[in-house]
């Protein structure tokens, strides 16, 4: 299959599967993998202690 995109992303809510699915991309295209670092975003330390502390959109 050939694409046609030089970047493609992928954004949703945490838990959703977006790893998984880039990762099946990533393999699937022959594509580098880039994922988000932990350390660069502010709201994931905050999640993962307080998971029910965030708030709804």
């Known amino acids: 299959m050939s694409v046609r995109y030089s970047y493609i ?3 949703g809510l945490i838990g959703a599967g977006k790893t998984t699915l880039a ?3 990533a393999e699937r295209w022959n594509g580098r993998l ?3 670092e932990f350390d660069d975003n502010p709201f994931l330390p905050r999640f993962y202690q307080e998971p ?3 708030p709804s959109a």
Do not use: D, H, P
């Open 9 to 11: 992303a992928i954004e």
């Open 23 to 25: 990762r099946r991309l």
């Open 52 to 54: 029910g502390a965030m």
């Open 34 to 36: 880039v994922l988000e």
